[in-house]
């Protein structure tokens, strides 16, 4: 059974940095692409970046461009979210997801992936 698990969340101050992780276990998902979304309380989940199985193309949600990077590591099963210049409207819970489709997943949609983590909650105070 395939799972991913994210870490690396807390509390931030704006301004400050953070670099979210996530783990899958269970089979190989090197062959998937991979990406992170996040869900604000009140709001509904949103995507935030993307990465093509080989590590090679990123995508990213407009709203974190410049200052979000996602990469992976094949090697270790991890997909790795830096988060920089943190603002206070990137509070929300991050989860990390997994598809086959790089595109599918850089479309946006939520709805429909492969495989999902439970997340990992991400605060920033002002």
């Known amino acids: 059974q395939v799972q991913l698990v994210e870490s690396g969340g807390g509390l931030v101050q704006a301004g400050g940095s953070l670099r979210l992780s996530c783990a899958t276990s269970g089979r190989s998902l090197s062959s998937y692409a991979m990406g992170w979304f996040r869900q604000a309380p009140g709001k509904e989940r949103e995507f935030v970046a993307a990465i093509t199985w080989s590590g090679a193309t990123p995508c990213y949600a407009d709203s974190v461009k410049g200052r979000f990077t996602i990469s992976r590591d094949n090697a270790k099963n991890t997909v790795y979210l830096q988060m920089n210049s943190l603002k206070p409207e990137d509070t929300a819970v991050y989860y990390c997801?997994?598809?086959?489709?790089?595109?599918?997943?850089?479309?946006?949609?939520?709805?429909?992936?492969?495989?999902w983590g439970k997340g990992t909650l991400v605060t920033v105070s002002s």
């Open positions: 997801a997994a598809d086959r489709s790089f595109t599918f997943i850089c479309r946006g949609a939520s709805g429909g992936m492969d495989y």
